[in-house]
């Protein structure tokens, strides 16, 4: 199988890496040349090319499969949409007025579409209630992932990542130094998120959406004092989130991020058969934790 994945970032790398690794023909796709190499260590061919840009994009080969992680740099709702909704229209347009078009697509979305839901379960049956800008910029772009593609003639599914973290993104320091705002933690590891896009491209049938979360979501207090006992310091301060929202240096977006909890179901990820490298954060942890001790 022929894959090219536009955004060959952070989850992109190691998808393209596991994905190489499975004997398929990767292409990485990345905004500036400076990224290029990164590609091409993990053994995929690397192509610059910027998603917003239909002209740029006929630099990509005929793939059977396309994975659009882009980013928006992290930039407010306005760059979210540019790449988000319109960057994935424009791909989805250039790559099915090909003569050979892609089957299939991937779109990595956030368990930030649901909203809040007051610490309750979601899964994939829950409706979205996207309360940020931002967020409704993802929701938009779930639609033209699926809708817009199967109108093109393309299946698409959404990958909903939950918290990603892994090597260069651990954030101990979050979580050891303190005040801990109380809340849940809903998280994947890198290489899960990466490996579940994979055995969405590998496995026969389709999704319209798939929640990308480990097994064990956990209370932000809660996992604050294991990670202090791990590493072997004193346990943080806490806080509530009222306190946090009375310490008045939120900005409205923030404040509703605050006030967002829910607990992400990983039970159709699981059901469909994907094992996880690790399974909660007691893995995914252990490496940051001994080179902390180290």
């Known amino acids: 199988m022929r894959v090219a994945i536009l955004g060959c970032g952070y989850v992109g790398l190691e998808l393209a890496r596991q994905l190489t690794a499975d004997a398929h023909d990767i292409v990485g796709v990345r905004r500036s040349a400076s990224g290029l190499?990164?590609?091409?260590?993990?053994?995929?061919?690397?192509?610059?090319?910027d998603v917003t840009d239909a002209d740029a994009l006929d630099a990509v080969p005929d793939v059977d499969a396309v994975v659009f992680a882009a980013s928006?740099?992290?930039?407010?709702?306005?760059?979210?949409?540019?790449?988000?909704?319109?960057?994935?229209?424009?791909?989805?347009?250039?790559?099915?007025?090909?003569?050979s078009p892609p089957e299939r697509l991937v779109y990595t979305s956030s368990t930030g579409v649901y909203g809040d839901h007051g610490g309750d379960w979601v899964?994939?049956?829950?409706?979205?209630?996207?309360?940020?800008?931002?967020?409704?910029?993802?929701?938009?772009?779930?639609?033209?992932?699926?809708?817009?593609?199967?109108e093109r003639g393309i299946d698409g599914t959404v990958a909903r990542f939950a918290?990603?973290?892994?090597?260069?993104?651990?954030?101990?320091?979050r979580y050891l130094e303190g005040?801990?705002?109380?809340?849940?933690?809903?998280?994947?590891?890198?290489?899960?998120?990466?490996?579940?896009?994979?055995?969405?491209?590998?496995?026969d049938g389709r999704e319209d959406a798939v929640v990308v979360?480990?097994?064990?979501?956990?209370?932000?207090?809660?996992?604050?004092?294991?990670?202090?006992?791990?590493?072997?310091?004193?346990?943080?301060?806490?806080?509530?989130?009222?306190?946090?929202?009375?310490a008045g240096d939120l900005s409205e977006a923030a404040e509703r991020r605050v006030?967002?909890?829910?607990?992400?179901?990983?039970?159709?990820?699981?059901?469909?058969?994907?094992?996880?490298?690790?399974?909660?954060?007691?893995?995914?942890?252990?490496?940051?934790?001994e080179a902390y001790r180290g």
Do not use: Q
């Open 37 to 49: 190499d990164a590609v091409r260590e993990t053994g995929a061919t690397a192509v610059e090319a």
């Open 72 to 99: 928006s740099g992290g930039r407010g709702a306005d760059a979210a949409r540019e790449v988000y909704v319109d960057g994935l229209r424009t791909a989805v347009d250039a790559f099915a007025g090909r003569e």
């Open 123 to 150: 899964d994939e049956s829950t409706p979205i209630e996207p309360t940020t800008e931002k967020t409704r910029v993802l929701a938009e772009a779930e639609r033209v992932a699926t809708e817009h593609a199967a």
């Open 163 to 173: 918290g990603l973290y892994g090597p260069d993104r651990y954030r101990l320091e």
């Open 179 to 203: 005040p801990v705002t109380a809340g849940y933690l809903n998280m994947v590891h890198r290489d899960d998120a990466a490996g579940a896009v994979r055995f969405l491209l590998e496995r």
């Open 213 to 246: 979360v480990d097994d064990e979501p956990v209370d932000k207090h809660v996992f604050a004092d294991w990670l202090a006992d791990e590493c072997g310091v004193d346990r943080p301060a806490k806080r509530s989130k009222r306190e946090r929202l009375d």
């Open 259 to 289: 006030l967002t909890s829910k607990r992400c179901s990983n039970a159709l990820l699981r059901e469909l058969g994907y094992e996880f490298a690790y399974p909660t954060y007691r893995e995914g942890y252990r490496a940051a934790i």
